[in-house]
């Protein structure tokens, strides 16, 4: 596609519940991105791919969350036991390496509003 | 811990003015830096990035940078109405020689331009 694909646009979700995020970067783009953007507040950085292993997962709050790339292009944010403080809009970007995405950002995509209730 | 700070406004100017949005950033060491506009409800957009001193210009954007005093900042000439959105300032910083682009942002600028 033309842009980051982010599926499903909105989840609601009990607390306590698994969920499951799914990206789809730009093809062949080797360097994916998660964050996660609270109300007021500017995207917070989760954890970033290159190809199919994560580089630096140290934005990612506690054990509960989880992400994969298994083919290095869709990539999969996982939480377990969800809390309300879950709650928030969940972004994913790509570029086409690492140290372009450096250079000059990325775009994201339209992102994920998970709500937990 | 490294930090992004921007004055969280609103920022209110009238059509035509010029809107200047700031940000300062706590690494001497940063790289490359970036703005993005996020409209309500939608995603951020990037519009500018820069890392040489000095200025950059885009069409009605400026961003200008200022590595000495750790100061980004975007300069928004004849202001319409549809600039009305979130401007967010991103930095790159120097990670122990990252070279991938993990950025800190800070909490955004609400900027309103009235007609």
């Known amino acids: 596609g033309a842009g980051v694909s982010q599926t499903p646009s909105n989840k609601v979700t009990e607390k306590g519940k698994y969920v499951e995020l799914r990206c789809d970067p730009i093809s062949g783009h080797t360097a994916l991105y998660w964050y996660r953007q609270s109300l007021g507040q500017g995207p917070e950085f989760l954890i970033y791919f290159q190809g199919t292993g994560a580089a630096d997962d140290s934005g990612l709050p506690n054990d509960r969350f989880f992400a994969v790339r298994p083919e290095g292009s869709v990539s999969t944010l996982k939480i377990q036991r969800t809390e309300r403080g879950d709650s928030a809009v969940y972004l994913c970007a790509s570029s086409l390496s690492g140290t372009g995405g450096a250079v000059y950002g990325y775009t994201f995509g339209s992102g994920t509003r998970l709500t937990v209730v | 811990q490294k930090e992004v700070e921007q004055n969280s406004g609103p920022l209110s100017v009238p059509e035509g003015a010029i809107a200047s949005l700031n940000c300062t950033y706590s690494d001497r060491g940063s790289q490359s830096f970036f703005w993005y506009r996020q409209y309500s409800g939608k995603s951020p957009e990037l519009i500018m990035f820069?890392?040489?001193?000095g200025d950059k210009e885009d069409g009605r954007f400026t961003a200008q940078l200022n590595k000495a005093s750790q100061y980004v900042s975007l300069l928004i000439r004849d202001s319409q109405p549809s600039d009305s959105a979130t401007y967010l300032c991103?930095?790159?910083?120097?990670?122990?020689?990252?070279?991938?682009?993990?950025?800190?942002f800070g909490q955004g600028t609400i900027l309103t331009v009235h007609p």
């Open positions: 991103a930095v790159k910083f120097n990670s122990g020689g990252t070279s991938y682009g993990k950025l800190t």
């Open positions: 820069i890392y040489s001193n």
